[in-house]
């Protein structure tokens, strides 16, 4: 089965929940120099963070909200997702548990 026949049946916990999910997490990554800013000026700041950090809180939300919006970034999050889901069926075992290392010694 083609990605494109595989989208037609995206359900709608994949549309909404799941693509999400992979959306939220790569750019997370693809932002983390704002991340690491307003962590850095929260930690600093105390209970003040709210007044105190408000231009990198405007900043990583610009951020991560250019990802949210990009159409191409969407497709590039449903294609992982898709490989990913192909990749269970064929196999029977979620990419993280796949990924896991072995141990050496038994």
């Known amino acids: 089965m083609r ?3 595989s989208e037609q049946h995206l359900r709608h916990v ?24 307003f962590t850095k000026c929260c930690k600093a700041s105390g209970v003040l963070m709210v007044v105190k950090c408000r231009k990198e809180n405007s900043a990583l939300k610009e951020c991560l909200t250019a990802h949210y919006n990009d159409p ?12 990913e889901r192909e990749e269970f069926r064929k ?16």
């Not at 196999?91 to 038994?106: A, E, F, N, V, Y």
């Open 3 to 5: 990605f494109e026949e």
């Open 14 to 37: 994949e549309k909404d929940v799941l693509i999400p999910k992979i959306m939220r997490e790569k750019a997370r990554e693809r932002c983390s120099e704002q991340v690491q800013d």
């Open 72 to 83: 191409a970034f969407y497709e590039e999050c449903k294609m992982e997702y898709l490989k």
């Open 91 to 106: 196999t029977g075992i979620p990419t993280k548990k796949r990924l896991q290392k072995l141990p050496t010694s038994m």
